[in-house]
């Protein structure tokens, strides 16, 4: 069975950094494509940012670009969110996702990905 588990999440005030975690557990699962994904209270989940296996292909989403990171650890199955300059938009529960395809349609979509983590709670106070 497949578990995503992430942590980092927390209370931090506009203009911090803070890093999320992810690692992915499971019997010969080493998954394609990771990412995150985030949803604010009210509205839908949005895309934040995904990395290949070999790290050396990512996307980030605009509304992130240039203050978030992703990097992974495949020795680990551990992808990383390396947050900068958070501002109080940037609230939301944070979700590691995988894909075990190579090639998914569309990245920017939940429907590219088979397994979710349980989220962790950012919250940026301004």
């Known amino acids: 069975q497949v578990q995503l588990v992430e942590s980092g999440g927390g209370l931090v005030q506009a203009g911090d950094s803070l890093r999320l975690s992810c690692v992915a557990s499971?019997?010969?699962?080493?998954?394609?494509?990771m990412a995150w994904f985030r949803q604010a209270a009210g509205k839908e989940r949005e895309f934040v940012g995904c990395i290949v296996r070999g790290g050396v292909q990512t996307y980030m989403a605009d509304s992130v670009k240039g203050r978030f990171t992703v990097s992974r650890d495949n020795a680990n199955n551990t992808i990383y969110l390396q947050m900068s300059v958070v501002a109080p938009d940037d609230t939301a529960v944070y979700y590691c996702a995988a894909s075990s395809k190579p090639f998914p349609t569309n990245l920017l979509s939940q429907t590219a990905y088979d397994y979710w983590g349980q989220g962790t709670q950012v919250t940026v106070s301004s």
């Open positions: 499971g019997r010969t699962f080493s998954p394609y494509w």
